[in-house]
């Protein structure tokens, strides 16, 4: 999943960025409201996590218009918004619920309640009712980062696991290499190097070994998709 972060703090945007991508999600960041705007125009973000007080503007305006789509957003789903703010007063609150944010946390916060909320809000986003990803005898689980095929765990790198996730929230359709190279990776990947193949390649290996039934399969010109498999037997993992 891919995440914006709008805020004009170094240090918090440094600390945020390493923290996101360690539980694997692909991160950009943006100081400004117009710096905001020109990414939102050009990347389909999941989740913005947007501070109030930027040095151009505001995080209300920019939800407003987000919401009231008056200015220009990449194709798809417009993303969640996610403020993080100083501003704790209940009327400040108020205010970032009523323009269209999803969620509101003040500063300072904890990581770890943060990383819940994101994944709460992503699950919000793809119809998921819980942070455990199922489908057929693949289990993802979002909140400790652990993935299984049956009772075997999968040793996923970051981007496998982010790959593995966003297949998983959209197990009915086929998913493009170009659209998993907008929600898995960040702005810094080069769009004309094969990473999201090679990925897809480590990640397939990895999903099917010695007998069992191919996971992952590639339509070629279209895309990738999970196989609908049949789950294992109920009591078998533990």
Do not use: C
Not at 62 to 78: K, S
Not at 107 to 130: G, W, Y
Not at 168 to 188: G, I, T
């Amino acid at each position: 999943m891919r995440l914006l972060i709008v805020e004009d703090e170094a240090g918090l945007v440094s600390a945020l960025e390493v923290a996101l991508r360690r539980e694997g999600y692909a991160v950009d960041h943006a100081h400004t409201v117009a710096e905001a705007q020109a990414k939102l125009a050009l990347t389909p973000y999941d989740l913005v996590l947007l501070d109030v007080t930027l040095p151009d503007g505001t995080g209300y305006d920019l939800t407003r218009a987000v919401r009231a789509g008056t200015i220009p957003l990449a194709e798809g789903e417009p993303p969640r918004i996610l403020m993080l703010t100083a501003r704790g007063r209940l009327t400040d609150r108020v205010t970032g619920l009523d323009v269209g944010a999803d969620d509101y946390l003040v500063k300072p916060f904890a990581v770890i309640e943060l990383s819940a909320r994101i994944r709460a809000l992503l699950r919000r986003e793809t119809r998921d009712v819980a942070a455990v990803l199922t489908h057929g005898p693949i289990r993802l689980d979002t909140a400790r980062q652990l993935a299984w095929r049956g009772e075997r765990e999968l040793s996923l790198t970051r981007k496998e696991f982010g790959v593995l996730r966003y297949l998983m929230s959209r197990p009915a359709y086929v998913v493009p290499a170009e659209e998993l190279l907008e929600h898995v990776w960040d702005e810094n990947a080069d769009p004309f190097t094969q990473t999201v193949r090679v990925t897809v390649g480590t990640l397939r290996r990895k999903l099917t070994v010695d007998d069992e039934e191919p996971a992952l399969e590639t339509l070629v010109g279209r895309g990738y998709r999970l196989r609908d498999l049949p789950a294992p037997v109920e009591g078998a993992l533990a």
